[in-house]
């Protein structure tokens, strides 16, 4: 299958006594690999965010900013790195979405759930204009 694709990055966790599921970023994309492409991207940029490094600006100079939490935990930040640096994972899917199927990466810790996904646009769900052209072009005189 080819194009179009849209791609969403969204956060899910407790906020206000509520489970709650925010929009992180999303995309449309012609083709499945620059959808693979921008997802790749969003995951580093969250890892960052999530885990940024111990020299960033902001940090050098307020001792103490960054520290590390004590105990066993899934390290969020690490396996959104590892996924972003996967060839193995993106070929797997690459391979799934051109055969028409949706890839998510989810991954979680005592904060949230967080979820990179990637599915491809059905032709019928072109706009309603698209389907009004192709409707007349058909109909007979």
């Known amino acids: ?31 499945r690999r620059l959808a693979l492409r921008w997802l790749r991207d969003q995951a580093h940029r969250l ?18 900013a960054l520290v590390e939490l ?5 390290d969020v930040p690490t396996e959104l790195r590892r996924w972003e640096s996967d060839d193995h994972a993106h ?6 979405l051109a055969a028409g199927s949706p890839v998510a990466f989810t991954v979680a810790d005592y904060s949230g759930r967080y979820t990179l996904a990637i599915w491809p646009v059905s032709r019928s769900l072109a706009p309603a204009k698209r ?3 192709l409707e007349s072009s058909t109909a007979s005189p």
Request: net charge negative; charged share 20%; aromatic share 4%.
């Open 91 to 96: 070929e797997d899917a690459l391979a799934l």
């Open 70 to 74: 004590p105990g066993p935990r899934t």
């Open 131 to 133: 389907r009004a052209d």
């Open 1 to 31: 299958m080819t194009g179009p694709y849209l791609a969403e990055v969204t956060a899910e966790g407790p906020a206000g006594g509520k489970l709650v599921c925010v929009k992180l970023g999303s995309t449309s994309a012609g083709s």
């Open 47 to 64: 890892a960052d965010g999530l885990d940024p490094a111990p020299n960033a600006w902001w940090a050098r100079d307020a001792p103490g």
